[in-house]
């Protein structure tokens, strides 16, 4: 079982997709097809940096050192959080701390396979603002990932799209039906009914491969596509 740890002054924004489809079951024991009862693959929690201030407005940045624009992200506030999240766990080998920064690794397949093999506690540290005091990078060893090339508002997007990415990775996260077919990026396009669709003026049709029932057919166009 893999345990997510949010780290966000924005839980709410992310509860509901992570509560949502596949992300939502693989949380909870259900009855899979046949009866058969299917546990847990993976926990979501969250942690407010907000929770672990001490002055009253429950401030989380502050102005940054040497000036400049924009405020920076507290580091007490994140690290209280941490050691809330991970900081009793006795096997740190098995926690791997990632900083969203748009400044970081980029985040692909190939690491959320790594991920989703390797570690037991994944800490996921959303920014916000300009940032993060850096010396949180340094005390938690952690390492800073981006899912691209641009800069987003927030760490939250970039959280949902990893945890999303490593959770499908997850021996029996996509069920029975899907295993191969959902990991997979399709090839080709797909289609679905009706054969024919009517748009403005124009006729848009299914290619006719797919409609014959040829098994060995349809793979070669879709290998082919
Ligand atoms: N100038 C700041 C910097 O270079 O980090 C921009 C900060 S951005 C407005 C606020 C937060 O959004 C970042 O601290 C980070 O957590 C998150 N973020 C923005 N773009 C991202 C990306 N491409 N990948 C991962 N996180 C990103």
Known sequence: MLNFH??????????????????????????????????????VSY????????????????????????????????????????GRKKNKKQIKTLILSPRGKIF????????????????????????IDARVKKALRAEEVSVGNYVLSGGELPAMTI????????????????????????SGEVY??????IYGSKKYVVPKVLLKGNHKEIESYRRKK
């Open 47 to 86: 942690y407010d940096p907000r929770d672990f201030t001490s002055d009253k407005h429950k401030k989380v940045d502050d102005k940054p050192y040497g000036g400049g624009p924009g405020m920076v992200m507290s580091a007490k506030p994140i690290l209280k959080a941490w050691q809330k999240a991970v």
């Open 163 to 186: 945890i999303d990415a490593v959770a499908r990775e997850i021996p029996g996260v996509l069920g029975e039906r899907s295993s191969l077919e959902d990991r997979r990026v399709t």
């Open 6 to 43: 949010i780290i966000t002054i924005f839980p709410e924004v992310c509860k509901s997709y992570t509560d949502t489809g596949i992300l939502g079951r693989a949380q909870k024991t259900y009855k899979g097809k046949g009866s058969k009862v299917r546990g847990k693959k993976i926990s």
């Open 108 to 131: 692909d397949q190939k690491l959320a396979k790594q991920y989703a093999k390797k570690y037991e506690n994944l800490v996921l540290i959303s920014g916000r603002y300009e940032g």
């Open 192 to 197: 679905t009914r009706p054969d024919t669709v």
